[in-house]
Protein backbone atom coordinates (compact mmCIF):
# COMPACT_ATOMS: atom_id res chain seq x y z
CA UNK A 1 0.00 0.00 0.00
CA UNK A 2 1.36 3.52 -1.22
CA UNK A 3 0.63 6.40 1.32
CA UNK A 4 0.76 9.63 0.51
CA UNK A 5 1.04 12.96 2.75
CA UNK A 6 1.22 16.43 2.22
CA UNK A 7 2.73 16.92 5.58
CA UNK A 8 6.21 18.35 5.32
CA UNK A 9 8.47 19.88 7.46
CA UNK A 10 10.06 22.49 4.52
CA UNK A 11 8.32 24.63 2.19
CA UNK A 12 8.91 24.75 -0.99
CA UNK A 13 11.30 27.83 -0.90
CA UNK A 14 13.03 25.54 1.80
CA UNK A 15 11.85 27.43 4.76
CA UNK A 16 11.77 25.50 7.66
CA UNK A 17 7.48 24.91 9.34
CA UNK A 18 8.53 23.70 12.74
CA UNK A 19 9.35 25.09 15.76
CA UNK A 20 13.17 24.22 16.59
CA UNK A 21 14.69 23.32 20.06
CA UNK A 22 15.28 27.29 20.84
CA UNK A 23 12.03 28.61 19.73
CA UNK A 24 10.14 25.94 21.50
CA UNK A 25 11.79 27.28 24.54
CA UNK A 26 10.73 31.15 23.96
CA UNK A 27 7.55 30.24 23.12
CA UNK A 28 7.25 28.63 26.47
CA UNK A 29 8.88 31.17 28.48
CA UNK A 30 6.61 33.42 26.95
CA UNK A 31 3.37 31.58 27.26
CA UNK A 32 4.14 31.86 30.96
CA UNK A 33 3.59 35.60 30.73
CA UNK A 34 0.02 35.38 28.73
CA UNK A 35 -3.07 35.10 30.32
CA UNK A 36 -4.29 32.54 32.15
CA UNK A 37 -6.50 30.83 29.07
CA UNK A 38 -4.04 31.67 26.31
CA UNK A 39 -0.77 29.88 28.51
CA UNK A 40 -2.57 26.98 29.37
CA UNK A 41 -3.66 26.65 25.60
CA UNK A 42 -0.40 27.36 24.42
CA UNK A 43 1.46 24.77 27.47
CA UNK A 44 -1.44 22.70 25.79
CA UNK A 45 -0.45 22.22 22.35
CA UNK A 46 2.92 22.60 22.90
CA UNK A 47 3.63 20.26 25.00
CA UNK A 48 1.14 17.65 23.38
CA UNK A 49 1.28 18.10 19.65
CA UNK A 50 -2.17 18.25 19.38
CA UNK A 51 -4.38 20.05 16.81
CA UNK A 52 -6.46 23.53 17.61
CA UNK A 53 -8.95 21.57 17.06
CA UNK A 54 -8.62 18.85 19.46
CA UNK A 55 -7.39 21.76 21.83
CA UNK A 56 -10.57 23.12 21.83
CA UNK A 57 -12.23 19.98 22.46
CA UNK A 58 -10.81 19.24 25.67
CA UNK A 59 -12.81 19.29 28.65
CA UNK A 60 -12.30 19.41 32.58
CA UNK A 61 -12.66 15.44 31.86
CA UNK A 62 -9.97 15.13 29.21
CA UNK A 63 -7.03 16.10 32.34
CA UNK A 64 -6.66 12.90 34.02
CA UNK A 65 -4.82 14.32 37.15
CA UNK A 66 -4.07 11.23 38.87
CA UNK A 67 -1.62 9.59 35.71
CA UNK A 68 -0.78 13.41 34.23
CA UNK A 69 -1.92 12.72 30.81
CA UNK A 70 -4.74 14.22 28.63
CA UNK A 71 -7.15 12.50 26.83
CA UNK A 72 -7.18 13.80 23.48
CA UNK A 73 -9.86 13.30 20.88
CA UNK A 74 -8.80 12.57 17.41
CA UNK A 75 -10.83 15.07 15.33
CA UNK A 76 -9.16 14.54 12.06
CA UNK A 77 -9.93 11.13 11.65
CA UNK A 78 -13.69 9.77 10.79
CA UNK A 79 -14.16 7.43 13.72
CA UNK A 80 -15.14 10.03 16.39
CA UNK A 81 -14.41 7.56 19.29
CA UNK A 82 -10.57 7.51 18.83
CA UNK A 83 -9.05 9.07 21.66
CA UNK A 84 -5.12 9.29 22.61
CA UNK A 85 -3.72 9.65 25.71
CA UNK A 86 -0.79 11.89 26.37
CA UNK A 87 1.52 12.09 29.20
CA UNK A 88 2.19 16.13 29.75
CA UNK A 89 4.64 17.42 32.55
CA UNK A 90 2.80 17.39 36.32
CA UNK A 91 3.45 21.41 36.20
CA UNK A 92 0.87 21.68 32.90
CA UNK A 93 -1.83 19.80 35.29
CA UNK A 94 -1.08 21.80 38.05
CA UNK A 95 -1.80 24.95 35.86
CA UNK A 96 -4.24 23.73 33.83
CA UNK A 97 -6.06 22.60 37.44
CA UNK A 98 -5.43 26.34 38.59
CA UNK A 99 -6.94 27.66 36.06
CA UNK A 100 -9.89 25.67 34.93
CA UNK A 101 -12.56 23.53 36.44
CA UNK A 102 -11.67 20.43 35.74
CA UNK A 103 -14.87 18.99 37.49
CA UNK A 104 -17.14 19.12 34.67
CA UNK A 105 -17.90 18.82 30.99
CA UNK A 106 -17.69 22.22 29.44
CA UNK A 107 -14.66 23.29 27.04
CA UNK A 108 -11.26 24.23 28.70
CA UNK A 109 -11.05 26.63 25.78
CA UNK A 110 -14.63 28.36 24.85
CA UNK A 111 -13.57 30.14 22.01
CA UNK A 112 -13.47 29.65 18.10
CA UNK A 113 -10.33 28.34 16.10
CA UNK A 114 -9.63 32.05 14.87
CA UNK A 115 -8.89 33.42 18.29
CA UNK A 116 -6.83 30.41 19.54
CA UNK A 117 -4.50 31.06 16.03
CA UNK A 118 -4.54 34.63 16.83
CA UNK A 119 -3.72 33.85 20.63
CA UNK A 120 -0.44 31.64 19.29
CA UNK A 121 0.08 34.25 16.98
CA UNK A 122 0.64 36.80 19.99
CA UNK A 123 2.64 34.74 21.89
CA UNK A 124 4.73 33.82 19.05
CA UNK A 125 5.33 37.29 18.47
CA UNK A 126 6.36 38.08 22.43
CA UNK A 127 8.65 35.13 21.74
CA UNK A 128 10.19 36.99 19.14
CA UNK A 129 9.62 34.07 16.09
CA UNK A 130 8.23 34.70 12.64
CA UNK A 131 8.45 33.18 9.29
CA UNK A 132 6.42 30.42 8.37
CA UNK A 133 6.81 28.09 10.97
CA UNK A 134 5.28 30.75 13.81
CA UNK A 135 1.89 28.63 13.84
CA UNK A 136 0.21 26.53 16.06
CA UNK A 137 1.06 23.96 13.32
CA UNK A 138 4.66 24.94 13.56
CA UNK A 139 3.77 23.89 17.36
CA UNK A 140 2.74 20.50 16.22
CA UNK A 141 5.59 19.94 14.02
CA UNK A 142 7.97 21.15 16.82
CA UNK A 143 6.63 18.31 19.23
CA UNK A 144 7.40 15.67 16.76
CA UNK A 145 10.64 16.82 15.92
CA UNK A 146 11.38 17.47 19.40
CA UNK A 147 10.53 14.15 20.68
CA UNK A 148 11.96 12.09 17.98
CA UNK A 149 15.44 13.98 18.97
CA UNK A 150 14.78 13.24 22.41
CA UNK A 151 14.82 9.35 21.72
CA UNK A 152 11.01 8.86 21.50
CA UNK A 153 10.27 5.40 19.63
CA UNK A 154 8.67 6.58 16.73
CA UNK A 155 5.92 3.46 17.01
CA UNK A 156 5.14 5.75 20.60
CA UNK A 157 4.80 9.44 18.87
CA UNK A 158 3.06 7.95 16.39
CA UNK A 159 -0.19 7.41 18.92
CA UNK A 160 0.66 10.25 20.75
CA UNK A 161 0.32 12.55 17.57
CA UNK A 162 -2.96 10.34 16.60
CA UNK A 163 -1.44 9.39 12.93
CA UNK A 164 -2.84 6.20 11.01
CA UNK A 165 0.61 5.12 9.57
CA UNK A 166 4.11 4.96 10.58
CA UNK A 167 5.55 6.34 7.67
CA UNK A 168 3.65 9.83 8.37
CA UNK A 169 5.29 10.26 11.62
CA UNK A 170 8.57 9.19 10.29
CA UNK A 171 8.77 12.56 7.95
CA UNK A 172 9.78 14.41 12.20
CA UNK A 173 12.94 12.12 11.36
CA UNK A 174 13.83 14.40 8.53
CA UNK A 175 14.79 17.34 10.54
CA UNK A 176 18.46 17.51 11.66
CA UNK A 177 19.00 16.87 15.09
CA UNK A 178 21.68 17.29 17.76
CA UNK A 179 22.66 13.84 16.62
CA UNK A 180 23.35 14.60 13.16
CA UNK A 181 25.03 17.59 13.67
CA UNK A 182 27.27 15.72 15.92
CA UNK A 183 28.57 13.09 13.43
CA UNK A 184 28.44 15.60 10.93
CA UNK A 185 31.14 17.50 12.49
CA UNK A 186 33.23 14.78 12.86
CA UNK A 187 34.01 15.43 8.94
CA UNK A 188 34.65 18.85 9.93
CA UNK A 189 38.46 18.61 11.60
CA UNK A 190 40.44 20.07 8.97
CA UNK A 191 38.18 23.15 9.09
Known sequence: MIITSDMRLYAATGARLYV????????LHAAQTAPPPTRTLCLVLT????????A????GHS??????TIAIRTLKKRRRELIREVPVPAALIRQLRDSHDLDDGTPLFPMCRSTAWRQVKQVMLAAGITGPQATAKGLRHG?????LQSGVPLNLLQRWMGHAHISITAIYGNAV???ERRIAERMWTEI
Do not use: M
Request: proline share 3%.
Open 56 to 59: LALT
Open 63 to 68: IQTETA
Open 143 to 147: FGVHA
Open 20 to 27: NEAERTRF
Open 177 to 179: GPE
Open 47 to 54: LTGCRVSE
